[in-house]
């Protein structure tokens, strides 16, 4: 995104800033990416109070089934690796529409949504072979934090490719300019959040040794 800056004859910062298709600000930031920015800040509260909830009960169980009787870590590392190259396909897309590519733009912003659409379906896949193995969410203290934590970073997902699809859409439809990158940006500091998020959960979950 374009920031213009608007400064005094002694070469400070002048206020309000200009930001360029966005409202004058104080901060030389969009008020856009400020609530996003403010979002995301609230939700790493979200998930790091289910992360640490997660890492709290895992182990108590004595009944299971348990998770080295469940997992299968190259599959559910395959359906991660996918995630988080949609951050790179997400980068793509945003570099994409500020150079005026519109072209290229729908392909990776497209390409974003396809990689969020195979890790829920790898999800989905997940969920229903656990429970066929008998795991869901009131057999143990595992289910239910697993189904739980799992479940809302998924939801989270699922909101960001509809989001993702949304500005494919508006571009197919000529409604979304150069001038206008800043809804991709700010879709794009949303998507990142939800991979990274991801990095510490299938740490937490899949990597960290279970007893």
Same mark, same amino acid.
């Given at each position: 995104?374009?920031?213009? /800056?608007?400064?005094? =004859?002694?070469?400070?910062?002048?206020?309000?800033?200009?930001?360029?298709? @966005? $409202?004058?600000?104080? +901060?030389?930031?969009?008020? /856009? &990416?400020?609530?996003? #920015? *403010?979002?995301? @800040?609230?939700?790493?509260?979200?998930? @790091?109070?289910?992360?640490?909830?997660?890492?709290?009960?895992?182990?108590? =169980?004595?009944?299971?089934?348990?998770?080295?009787?469940?997992?299968?870590?190259?599959?559910?590392?395959?359906?991660?690796?996918?995630?988080?190259?949609?951050?790179?396909?997400? %980068?793509?897309?945003? *570099?994409?529409?500020?150079?005026?590519?519109?072209?290229?733009?729908?392909? #990776?912003?497209?390409?974003?949504?396809?990689?969020?659409?195979?890790?829920?379906?790898?999800?989905?896949?997940?969920?229903?072979?656990?429970?066929?193995?008998?795991?869901?969410?009131?057999?143990?203290?595992?289910?239910?934090?697993?189904?739980?934590? +799992?479940?809302?970073?998924?939801?989270? %997902?699922?909101?960001?490719?509809?989001?993702?699809?949304?500005?494919?859409?508006?571009?197919?439809?000529? &409604?979304?300019?150069?001038?206008?990158?800043?809804?991709?940006?700010?879709? @794009?500091?949303? #998507?990142?959040?939800? =991979?990274?998020?991801?990095?510490?959960?299938?740490?937490?979950?899949?990597?960290?040794?279970? $007893?």
């Amino acid at each position: 995104m374009t920031t213009t /800056v608007a400064t005094t =004859d002694h070469g400070h910062p002048a206020t309000p800033t200009h930001v360029a298709g @966005g $409202h004058p600000t104080n +901060t030389g930031i969009s008020n /856009v &990416k400020i609530a996003i #920015w *403010a979002f995301l @800040g609230s939700e790493c509260l979200f998930f @790091g109070a289910f992360i640490s909830t997660y890492l709290l009960y895992r182990g108590r =169980d004595t009944i299971g089934p348990k998770p080295k009787q469940l997992f299968t870590i190259p599959f559910t590392s395959c359906t991660s690796f996918i995630l988080l190259m949609s951050s790179l396909t997400m %980068v793509l897309a945003l *570099a994409a529409i500020q150079r005026g590519d519109h072209r290229r733009f729908r392909i #990776w912003i497209l390409s974003t949504a396809l990689f969020g659409l195979t890790f829920i379906g790898g999800q989905v896949y997940e969920f229903t072979s656990f429970y066929r193995q008998g795991l869901n969410l009131h057999v143990n203290l595992f289910g239910s934090t697993f189904f739980i934590l +799992t479940g809302l970073h998924g939801a989270h %997902v699922t909101v960001g490719i509809f989001w993702l699809l949304s500005l494919y859409s508006r571009s197919m439809q000529g &409604k979304l300019g150069t001038e206008e990158s800043e809804a991709v940006e700010v879709a @794009g500091l949303y #998507w990142h959040f939800v =991979d990274i998020v991801w990095i510490f959960i299938f740490t937490a979950i899949y990597l960290v040794p279970y $007893h």
